[in-house]
């Protein structure tokens, strides 16, 4: 059963490798307009639900519905279409291109339904896209590596480029899979910044996340996965004073 306001509901997903069961009985209800945190050890299933909710892995049983929709069996770029971004763990970026040629192939692809080159565009949306994609490169902080190559770019860089190409998509939905690990906490803090900046124009986010600092300042709801399975959800700080959480995780 969905609840109203809920814009992903995860119902009861199962997932086998081999005879590993990484996910059991996972039902995740996600709000519209909130940030919904899911922590866990590793090796708790939770980049296996990440990819089960974008397509990249069929459950075994289970479903995943968005907004009504039932996403299970479509593949991943259809349900990209159906405005669910995501931003890997490690960054998908176009080493080749500058930076701004990296934001601007999303916005192109948002358009034109699909990452075709059109040969007609005119010069008035190619101005039009160039001018989205810099105010975006802005939002992120990277306006002055603009003409930069991507590959050139350090990792905290790069991760923010991933996300900036993300946003470009205006997705309903935007999964984060440990945005800033590997970065420093400066820039830690500046990508909490920017995705506080993101939930206040009513972005629905699921962030997976190891760093208790980036979960406690942005989620509006945790979810806590141990051995695939959902051991408790709630508010940031019913989470903090669970002890079950605390055994299985926060003091483990
Ligand atoms: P987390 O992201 O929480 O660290 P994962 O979802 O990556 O955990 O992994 C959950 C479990 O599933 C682990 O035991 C992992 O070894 C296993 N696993 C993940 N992907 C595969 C795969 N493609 N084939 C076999 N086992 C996998
Ligand atoms: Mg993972």
């Given at each position: 059963?969905?609840r109203?306001n809920?814009?992903?509901h995860?119902?009861?997903?199962?997932?086998?490798?081999?005879?590993?069961r990484?996910?059991?009985?996972?039902?995740?209800?996600?709000?519209?307009?909130?940030?919904h945190?899911i922590?866990?050890?590793?090796?708790a299933g939770?980049?296996?639900?990440?990819?089960?909710?974008i397509?990249?892995i069929?459950?075994?049983?289970?479903?995943?519905?968005f907004?009504?929709t039932?996403?299970t069996?479509?593949?991943?770029?259809?349900?990209?279409?159906l405005?669910?971004?995501?931003?890997?763990?490690?960054?998908?970026?176009?080493a080749?291109?500058?930076?701004?040629?990296?934001?601007?192939?999303?916005?192109f692809?948002r358009?034109?339904?699909a990452?075709?080159?059109?040969?007609?565009?005119?010069?008035?949306?190619?101005?039009?896209?160039r001018?989205?994609?810099?105010h975006?490169?802005e939002?992120?902080?990277l306006i002055?590596?603009r003409?930069?190559h991507?590959g050139?770019?350090?990792?905290?860089?790069?991760?923010?480029?991933?996300?900036?190409?993300c946003l470009?998509?205006?997705?309903?939905?935007?999964?984060?899979?440990?945005?800033?690990?590997?970065?420093?906490?400066?820039?830690?803090?500046?990508?909490i910044?920017?995705l506080?900046k993101?939930k206040?124009?009513g972005?629905?986010?699921?962030?997976?996340?190891h760093?208790?600092?980036?979960v406690?300042?942005?989620a509006?709801?945790?979810s806590v996965?141990?051995?695939?399975?959902?051991?408790?959800?709630?508010?940031?700080?019913?989470?903090?004073?669970?002890?079950?959480?605390?055994?299985a995780?926060?003091?483990?």
């Open positions: 059963q969905t109203e809920v814009v992903l995860v119902a009861d997903v199962q997932k086998n490798f081999g005879g590993l990484a996910l059991s009985d996972v039902d995740l209800q996600v709000e519209e307009g909130k940030t945190a922590i866990g050890p590793n090796g939770k980049s296996t639900l990440l990819n089960v909710i397509g990249r069929p459950p075994s049983s289970g479903a995943v519905i907004d009504g039932i996403l069996g479509k593949a991943p770029h259809e349900i990209n279409q405005g669910i971004s995501r931003v890997f763990q490690t960054p998908e970026i176009f080749d291109l500058s930076v701004l040629q990296n934001v601007m192939t999303p916005a692809a358009r034109d339904g990452f075709k080159i059109n040969m007609l565009r005119s010069v008035e949306s190619e101005k039009g896209i001018e989205e994609a810099e975006m490169l939002d992120v902080g002055h590596l003409e930069a991507a050139a770019l350090s990792r905290g860089d790069k991760r923010r480029l991933e996300l900036g190409m470009i998509q205006k997705p309903r939905l935007l999964l984060l899979d440990e945005p800033t690990a590997g970065m420093s906490r400066h820039d830690t803090n500046t990508t910044e920017l506080k993101i206040s124009r972005m629905t986010k699921v962030i997976i996340e760093d208790m600092h980036v406690f300042s942005l509006d709801k945790i996965l141990a051995q695939g399975r959902i051991i408790a959800s709630g508010l940031p700080q019913e989470i903090k004073e669970d002890p079950r959480v605390q055994e995780y926060l003091g483990g």
